[in-house]
């Protein structure tokens, strides 16, 4: 586990984010990797970032957790990559995910989209309380 990985998501709160993670890949609210997460951060979309901790080198993630302070994104650590990938869909172990609130492209039923919002903001909620107990 990386020395930085801080604040970690406990078993519940991990379990919770990886179900929001599949069911934003499912409605493709969904950003990927290392690369398409900044590149959203820094255009000024706006969610929660999940960020594996046994990432190594831990340099490849550094730079995203300060990118997120900077946007007012909340973002959370889980504990493998391997389990943010498959929550996520793809069989490539993935270091960061981005959670969009709505679409990028396209529409979504209002009841997907109610339904989404409502587990995003539990898991938002649940991960700023773990980062008010930090600093």
């Known amino acids: 586990m990386a020395p930085i990985a801080k604040p970690l ?13 599949r069911k934003a890949s499912e409605s493709k609210c969904l950003k990927r990797g290392v690369k398409e997460v900044v590149k959203s ?3 000024g979309h706006k969610g929660l970032c999940i960020i594996a901790g046994n990432i190594s080198p831990i340099d490849v993630i550094t730079h995203v957790p300060i990118l997120c ?6 973002y959370v650590y889980v504990t ?6 498959s929550a996520g869909a793809t069989k490539r172990p993935t270091c960061c995910v981005l959670v969009l609130t709505k679409p990028t492209k396209g529409e979504m039923g209002k009841d997907d989209q109610e339904k989404l919002k409502a587990d995003y903001d539990q898991v938002v909620s649940d991960v700023s ?3 008010s107990s930090l600093f």
């Open 69 to 74: 302070e900077e946007a007012d994104i909340p």
């Open 9 to 21: 998501a406990g078993k519940k709160l991990c379990k919770r984010t990886l179900k929001l993670v």
């Open 129 to 131: 309380e773990l980062t």
């Open 41 to 43: 951060i820094r255009r």
């Open 80 to 85: 493998s990559k391997e389990e943010l990938a």
